[in-house]
């Protein structure tokens, strides 16, 4: 699987959006990118994925490039429970679905 | 909203112990997974499960691991003779396919090895 680049930390103001970069220049035309998001201890939790076109649900948004060697992750209002280590992922599309996690970001959501 | 649980929350074992985590995946989802996380470290893939058998599994997934689904519900880890470093947070989780449908995950098992 492609590895991903983060950056370690970020801070965003509470009611901003926040833009959360990765780069995975080594991706191949059959990995998708996946965003999960791991509160204290908490089990990982689910937040979008995507191929190649842009992808929205209610929690974010999820901008891939053209060349998809980088994406963002956009939390359009963040508030203080979005504080959390947010993990970039990219998976092979039909293998056995195990997610390699990285040391992600983390997110500090601030009043 | 489906979700995947784990039992118990936290276990306390005397090093050398055998511990078995218990884990409900949501309920039409075929793959099922265990992943571990020492603390203050990553997430780390342990094994993947489908179709009655292991597909796949990591380096750390050694002889003292094993998994099992009893039966149409529940999908446990055994761990045998526990040690000092295998005190992490265990969590389970399950997707309906393999590599491009979502994974969701339990809460989580501390087990804490004295």
Redesign the interface.
């Known amino acids: 699987d492609a590895k991903t680049t983060q950056p370690p930390s970020m801070d965003c103001a509470e009611g901003r959006a926040a833009n959360l970069p990765c780069n995975h220049s080594t991706i191949s035309g059959n990995e998708y990118v996946y965003w999960y998001r791991q509160i204290h201890s908490q089990g990982p939790q689910y937040i979008i994925h995507g191929l190649k076109n842009n992808e929205t649900n209610e929690m974010a948004s999820l901008i891939i490039t053209e060349d998809r060697k980088s994406s963002t992750l956009i939390l359009p209002h963040a508030t203080l429970r979005d504080t959390a280590v947010y993990y970039c992922i990219v998976r092979v599309a039909g293998n056995t679905g195990k997610l390699i996690f990285g040391q992600g970001t983390t997110l500090q959501v601030k009043p | 909203e489906p979700e995947?649980t784990q039992t118990p929350s936290h276990q306390v074992t005397q090093m050398g112990q055998e511990v078995i985590l218990r884990c409900v995946p949501i309920s039409n989802h075929l793959?099922f997974?265990w992943?571990r996380?020492i603390l203050g470290q990553?997430?780390?893939?342990l094994v993947?499960f489908?179709n009655n058998e292991i597909?796949?599994k990591s380096e750390i997934f050694d002889d003292q691991f094993s998994v099992e689904r009893p039966d149409g519900s529940n999908f446990t880890l055994k761990i045998r003779s526990t040690k000092l470093e295998d005190s992490a947070?265990y969590?389970c989780?399950s997707?309906e396919?393999?590599?491009?449908?979502?994974?969701?995950?339990?809460?989580?098992t501390?087990l804490t090895v004295v």
């Not at chain 2, 990553?42 to 893939?45: G, S």
């Not at chain 2, 396919?97 to 989580?108: D, S």
């Open positions: 995947v793959y997974y992943y996380q990553k997430v780390e893939f993947s489908y597909s796949e947070m969590f989780a997707s396919a393999g590599g491009n449908t979502e994974a969701f995950f339990g809460q989580g501390r």
